[in-house]
């Protein structure tokens, strides 16, 4: 990683620190996010994972349309370090424990590489 990818992703990263403190008390159910990038097809190539619990609290985020809330309140972070998501609904996804547990064992590595 070269000099200025890691301080785009210092950037990045508190962004999302701050993303995650406000889901944490605004979203049911939301647990955690992370984000990958590959800077060789920045910022195209950024990616942010929000999980929740549960299935179940996933289904409710959609129906509530907290999914909408999220992915704008990512974009607007962002935007704050000139970072422009060109596909927000692609580049921020949403995911949760128990499918992990279902269908990985629990393995985020694993998971997060397909």
């Known amino acids: 990683m070269r000099k200025t990818d890691k301080k785009i992703d210092n950037a990045i990263r508190n962004e999302l620190i701050e993303v995650c403190d406000i889901a944490l008390i ?4 939301f647990q955690w996010l992370t984000h990958e990038v590959n800077y060789d097809r920045f910022p195209a190539s950024l990616k942010v994972v929000c999980v929740f619990n549960t ?3 996933l289904l409710a985020l959609k129906q509530q349309e907290q999914d909408v809330f999220l992915r704008n309140l990512i974009k607007t972070h962002l935007n704050k370090v000139n970072v422009v998501l060109k596909d ?6 949403f ?3 128990e ?3 279902r269908s990985h064992g629990g393995k985020w590595v694993l998971r997060l590489a397909n």
């Open 26 to 29: 605004s979203v049911d159910g």
């Open 99 to 101: 499918a992990c547990e």
């Open 88 to 93: 927000v609904r692609g580049q921020v996804q």
């Open 95 to 97: 995911d949760s424990e």
């Open 55 to 57: 299935d179940a609290q």
